[in-house]
């Protein structure tokens, strides 16, 4: 191979090293220590890996974060498919479409939540309340189907026009054609949402941030917030170090059994 080609690579692995390996490999050695993000630090081996299991704050980010990326994964996925396929007896004008359910994907998510926020203030108070989670899952749920929909409308687009004729032919139904045509045939691209959808979920923080601050009380902490609050706020740099290598850890596997549970049913 050419040394041109290594000389083209060289520096995006630098840069890549510098500023994703490297900070990694040192958050992995700051999680054995004791270190509160500055000054004097000391070894103490897996106790903070250990204490994790014991904090109930930990548990309770993690049961919300859960029970959140499920319920807004699965209502994204369900909104964007009907939406998309809804869409596809006019495709013809899916340029324009792409561009017009692409907008809110592209709009900051701060800003987004902060609008939001006002809006569930003055005329859905109760969101704010007990039901605060709730606001958090149809905000991040608006924004995710725009890019959803873009997925599924470049799946649709993949099924010949002959196959459907051939199902109204023999008399199938809507629903019928779209559980024993479409949905086999963009499964694909049903797996890529469903993975990317729970993957993002999972690491929600602006729409929190925006909407709730984690309230009340820590009914909204999320682990990717309780992670920054706790690592940059509150003194616990090691520990919330350590529950992100953690947090990391379970995201990749999450995501590897989805994605081979996903693909096994594509072969059905």
């Known amino acids: 191979m050419s040394r041109a080609f290594y000389w083209m690579v060289l520096p995006a692995f630098v840069l890549f090293f510098v500023f994703h390996t490297v900070p990694v490999l040192q958050g992995v050695y700051y999680s054995?220590?004791?270190?509160?993000?500055?000054?004097?630090?000391?070894?103490?081996?897996?106790?903070?890996?250990?204490?994790?299991?014991?904090?109930?704050?930990?548990?309770?980010?993690?049961?919300?974060?859960?029970?959140?990326a499920v319920v807004a994964t699965i209502l994204t996925n369900v909104i964007a498919l009907a939406i998309a396929v809804g869409l596809s007896a006019r495709i013809r004008f899916r340029t324009a479409l792409r561009g017009i359910f692409f907008i809110p994907n592209v709009l900051a998510i701060l800003i987004v939540g902060y609008i939001f926020n006002y809006l569930f203030s003055n005329y859905v108070p109760v969101l704010l309340g007990e039901l605060a989670w709730i606001?958090?899952?149809?905000?991040?749920?608006?924004?995710?189907?725009?890019?959803?929909?873009?997925?599924?409308?470049?799946?649709?687009?993949?099924?010949?026009?002959?196959?459907?004729?051939?199902a109204r032919i023999d008399g199938a139904g809507?629903?019928?054609?779209?559980?024993?045509?479409?949905?086999?045939?963009?499964a694909p691209f049903?797996?890529?949402?469903?993975?990317l959808s729970l993957k993002n979920f999972l690491q929600v923080f602006d729409h929190i941030v925006a909407l709730t601050n984690?309230?009340?009380?820590?009914?909204?902490?999320?682990?990717?917030?309780?992670i920054y609050t706790g690592g940059f706020q509150g003194g616990e740099y090691a520990y919330q170090t350590a529950n992100a290598i953690v947090y990391f850890v379970v995201i990749v596997l999450v995501s590897i059994f989805q994605l081979r549970i996903l693909q096994r049913r594509e072969q059905l």
């Open 32 to 68: 054995l220590t004791d270190s509160p993000g500055y000054g004097e630090h000391a070894f103490v081996g897996l106790r903070n890996y250990v204490n994790l299991f014991k904090d109930d704050r930990i548990l309770d980010a993690y049961l919300f974060t859960f029970q959140f």
């Open 135 to 166: 606001g958090v899952v149809v905000v991040a749920v608006w924004q995710a189907v725009a890019f959803n929909i873009i997925i599924y409308l470049a799946g649709l687009q993949t099924i010949p026009e002959d196959l459907h004729e051939a």
């Open 174 to 186: 809507s629903w019928r054609r779209f559980r024993s045509v479409v949905f086999p045939l963009i």
């Open 190 to 195: 049903f797996t890529v949402n469903m993975v």
């Open 214 to 226: 984690g309230g009340p009380g820590t009914a909204t902490t999320s682990v990717s917030l309780l």
